[in-house]
């Protein structure tokens, strides 16, 4: 069984930056991606980044810039580097992991993902 659990979140102030924090257990074999969501309440989850165990990486228009997608593969631990933040990147942060092979593209969509984290809230005020 692949868990998720994700970490890192909490209240920052506008400009201010956050790491996120991903840590995939169990068995995962061959190509892998992960990605990183976010949703907020009473809203549709968004893409925000993902990443291929080939290292090809994609973000949402929002992220581009300003956040950063990485990997430690032989630890399956995966990062979301957050900077300048805005209040609108208020969100619950969700990490998702699959095996197999996406294009880039892809790597935003919630349908392409199997396995899913909790959630890390992260709070972002003006």
């Known amino acids: 069984q692949v868990q998720l659990v994700e970490s890192g979140g909490g209240a920052v102030q506008a400009g201010g930056s956050l790491r996120l924090s991903c840590v995939v257990s169990g068995y995962i074999y061959g190509n892998y991606y992960m990605g990183w969501f976010r949703q907020v309440p009473g809203t549709e989850r968004e893409g925000v980044a993902g990443?291929?165990?080939?290292?090809?990486?994609n973000y949402a228009d929002s992220a581009k810039g300003r956040f950063t997608v990485s990997r430690e593969s032989e630890k399956y631990i995966f990062y979301l580097q957050m900077n300048s933040l805005k209040p609108e990147d208020t969100a619950m942060y969700y990490c998702a992991a699959s095996t197999g092979s996406v294009s880039s593209a892809s790597l935003l969509f919630i349908m392409w993902y199997k396995y899913w984290g909790q959630g890390t809230q992260v709070t972002v005020s003006s």
């Open positions: 990443i291929t165990s080939d290292g090809r990486t």
